[in-house]
């Protein structure tokens, strides 16, 4: 892959672009009260004083919520802070009723890690990641039920969201997807945050700058609440492009605050914003500081399951699957559970080792089993066929029962029904054909029923064999065992 | 010597929503400049090696378990807003 370029008028500009993530924090209560995050509550149900910033009303840390941060930190490989510091970030806003967001300014819960960027063909990148504060969410606010009001719902005020803020070390559209991607997937795989972007518990406040390749750092523009990763893409895209055709014409890139249309395919400046980063930051006086010890880290890390980089080098090295099949299992948990069930269950079905039928199970999962879902609009959690159900439809193919190719037709029945292949099998009357005497019948019938095809082949004409084991198959519907029909086929072929 | 101006006691005013007096933003320069020489006095101790001190008692953050004991109560909430509507506040438009 070559660098991503932006080509102006004036030569080649690179892109440099860093990615501040809001994740919501997977916890029962919020961050600082006892009221619920369920998602999709009757407004201001879900409210407690606390989080409605009544007057006298004080936070109390929920722990959840700092384990969930810690062990995030631990799987980015990053520093733990066992000391870290709540602040006030000052700002006035109706769904702010605090008139301030608690957040961590000088002294975050987690320090510096690191993201490895899987950026196809084998290619990898490791991205920065400079902290991970936790902070409160702020309510809702819905402009356009009223004409003359805007209605709040402070529901979601207050739950607790992990700030997951990168090094700018990311240099194309690409690459800041692959990013969000493999964060997505982390969060997901460890159970801090659901990675629901739709839902808005993860979205992007994206700072992207041009340059000339090897030149200082330009000045940035952020981009904020970009909630799907396509959107992100597309709006480096555009406000890279804008800030070239800027520098270009002479002008220059002032610092601000732009907001992503993805209708219109631009960004445009959200000038009302300026202002309010006057955040006055100070220490929450309601709050001492956060600290825990070595023991509370070291229950986090033992708490966390084999990660996805982890999960694909065993992929490929114990079970023998290439880069590009261990990437695409591993991406989503899920799936990468579903392979190993599936793996399990087959070995043991087949009495072999499960590197032996590792490679099966994943061109069968990301061929056929993909392949079909994809078409349906599914997913894998909600896969008709479940991973034992598949290791009973590749054993039969194993134990030479099916043929891979009737094995299809199997597959798709199942699919559709949810029905076990063996009964497939059974009602369909789909079992190969492999005893000989039978299939050497159909051959001698097959070669009977074609004298002309017969004198051409003995004429040198070598390729009809194929045009007999078709003829073959289709007398016993694709039931003969096709390597016994190659086998048994030839000899009576050459007479 | 603290030296807030007009021009910052009205930016402060305007980031807090505090409506002041055009006639009144003189005088309060006066007053915070005042206030903050007084506090600057405290300059004066050598703090060097000093953590900040984050509370007057010993005492540590409360933590609370993850269990939902709160919430529920849309009346008590909504009980002193100027106006709500279908549970929701409603305040004056705020579209961007």
């Known amino acids: 892959m070559s660098d991503y370029r932006i080509q102006g008028a004036k030569g080649d500009w690179e892109v440099v672009v860093g990615l501040e993530v809001h994740a919501q924090v997977i916890s029962n209560a919020k961050l600082f009260s006892g009221a619920s995050t369920e998602f999709g509550a009757e407004p201001n149900a879900q409210v407690s004083l606390v989080d409605a910033a009544m007057p006298g009303m004080l936070p109390t840390i929920n722990g959840e919520c700092v384990r969930q941060a810690v062990r995030t930190g631990l799987a980015l490989g990053a520093q733990i802070n066992k000391f870290s510091v709540f602040d006030r970030k000052n700002y006035f806003y109706a769904d702010l009723p605090q008139g301030y967001q608690i957040s961590q300014f000088k002294h975050p819960v987690v320090g510096e890690g690191i993201v490895l960027l899987d950026l196809g063909e084998g290619k990898t990148k490791e991205v920065g990641v400079e902290r991970i504060h936790l902070e409160q969410d702020a309510g809702k606010s819905m402009h356009d039920q009223h004409p003359q009001f805007t209605y709040v719902d402070l529901n979601r005020s207050g739950v607790a969201l992990m700030e997951i803020v990168s090094m700018p070390d990311m240099r194309s559209p690409d690459e800041a997807g692959a990013y969000l991607t493999k964060l997505r997937s982390i969060v997901r795989y460890i159970g801090s945050c659901d990675g629901n972007m739709e839902q808005g518990s993860m979205r992007a406040d994206v700072n992207v700058s041009v340059r000339k390749p090897g030149d200082e750092l330009g000045t940035r523009c952020e981009i904020k609440n970009v909630n799907s990763i396509r959107f992100v893409r597309q709006a480096i895209e555009v406000e890279a492009r804008r800030q070239v055709d800027i520098i270009e014409a002479g002008g220059t890139i002032d610092q601000e605050t732009r907001l992503f249309d993805p209708n219109k395919g631009e960004t445009r400046s959200m000038r009302s914003k300026e202002e309010a980063h006057d955040y006055r930051y100070f220490p929450d006086p309601d709050l001492l500081p956060l600290e825990f010890d070595d023991a509370f880290i070291e229950a986090a890390q033992d708490s966390l399951p084999e990660l996805p980089d982890v999960k694909k080098a065993r992929f490929m090295s114990a079970l023998g699957l290439n880069d590009y099949n261990a990437g695409v299992l591993v991406a989503e948990k899920e799936q990468a559970d579903y392979f190993e069930t599936l793996v399990a269950a087959l070995a043991k079905a087949a009495k072999k080792d499960e590197a032996a039928v590792a490679v099966k199970a994943s061109n069968w999962l990301t061929g056929d089993l993909f392949g079909a879902l994809n078409k349906a609009g599914k997913t894998i959690a909600n896969s008709p066929v479940t991973a034992e159900q598949g290791a009973d439809l590749l054993v039969l193919i194993e134990d030479g029962t099916i043929s891979g190719r009737i094995a299809k037709d199997v597959f798709e029945i199942m699919f559709e029904t949810g029905k076990d292949a063996a009964a497939i099998v059974e009602e369909k009357g789909l079992k190969q054909v492999s005893d000989t005497g039978a299939i050497e019948k159909i051959i001698d019938e097959v070669i009977a029923a074609n004298p002309g095809q017969l004198e051409q082949y003995r004429a040198g004409k070598d390729k009809l064999l194929g045009f007999f084991v078709g003829q073959v198959m289709k007398a016993t519907q694709g039931k003969a065992n096709p390597g016994m029909v190659n086998q048994l086929l030839k000899p009576k072929l050459d007479g | ?96």
């Not at chain 2, 009144?24 to 006066?30: N, Y």
């Open chain 2, 1 to 96: 010597m603290s030296n807030i101006d007009k021009a910052t006691v009205a930016k402060i005013a305007r980031l807090a929503r505090i409506k002041i007096e055009e006639d009144k933003l003189e005088p309060l320069a006066g007053e915070l400049n005042n206030i903050l020489d007084w506090v600057e006095q405290l300059s004066e101790v050598n703090t060097d090696n000093i953590e900040p001190m984050s509370s007057v008692v010993d005492a540590k953050l409360r933590w609370r378990e993850d269990t939902v004991d709160d919430g529920d109560k849309q009346d008590s909430v909504l009980k002193n807003a100027p106006n709500a509507e279908y549970g929701f506040f409603a305040v004056p438009k705020v579209i961007e």
